[in-house]
C-alpha cells in the first residue's frame, strides 16, 4: 500500500511541471486585438493611435514596480503599463476592454458575445473555484489569466492579466 501512495506521488509530481508549462504557454500567447502581455509601449503606440490618459504612476509593492493606467475610452481599452524605474520605458502588465470595444481574444471573444460562447472557447483553461456563473470566467488563474465578466448573459469586460499578485 506504502507502494502505490509513493508511486502515485511520485507521477503526480511529474506530471505537475508539464501542466504548469501548458498553462503558462496558453497564456503567454493569448491576445486581446493586437495586444499582448509585455508588449513594449513603443508597439503599443504603433498599433493603437490614441490620445491616451495617463494616470500619475505609482509604486507597487507587491512586484516592485512602477504603474500607470493608460486608457482610451473612445475605443473602450485601458492598459497597466510598468516599469523598472520611475519614467522608464513600459511594458503592458493587464488590458482591460469594455464597450465600445471592438477587440477580440484570440479565441474570437469580445464585448457582447455571450457567457455560452466564453464557455466553449475556454473552458478547458476554465478556474473552477474563481468561476461564478453568470459573473464570472477566469481562464487561468487568479495570478495569470483571462477574466470574463458578465451581464444578462453577455460580456461586459475582459480583461488580461492578474487579478492577484
Not at 444578462?152 to 487579478?163: D, E, F, P, R
Amino acid at each position: 500500500m506504502f507502494r502505490v501512495l509513493l508511486l502515485s506521488l511520485f507521477f503526480l509530481f511529474l506530471s505537475t511541471p508539464l501542466f504548469a508549462a501548458e498553462e503558462s504557454s496558453w497564456l503567454e500567447s493569448e491576445t486581446i486585438g493586437d495586444f499582448s502581455m509585455e508588449m513594449e509601449e513603443k508597439s503599443l503606440k504603433e498599433k493603437l493611435i490614441c490620445d491616451f490618459k495617463r494616470d500619475k504612476e505609482q509604486w507597487w509593492g507587491a512586484d516592485g514596480l512602477y504603474h500607470q493606467t493608460w486608457s482610451c475610452p473612445s475605443r473602450g481599452i485601458d492598459f497597466d503599463m510598468s516599469s523598472q524605474r520611475k519614467g522608464g520605458s513600459k511594458i503592458i502588465t493587464r488590458i482591460t476592454i469594455t464597450a465600445p470595444s471592438q477587440l477580440k481574444t484570440k479565441r474570437g471573444i469580445g464585448i457582447g458575445s455571450s457567457e455560452q460562447e466564453v464557455i466553449r472557447a475556454y473552458n478547458n483553461v476554465k478556474e473552477s473555484q474563481a468561476t461564478r456563473p453568470k459573473e464570472t470566467f477566469v481562464a487561468g488563474s487568479v495570478f495569470g489569466g483571462l477574466f470574463f465578466d458578465f451581464q444578462n448573459g453577455k460580456v461586459v469586460s475582459i480583461m488580461l492579466g492578474a487579478a492577484a499578485e
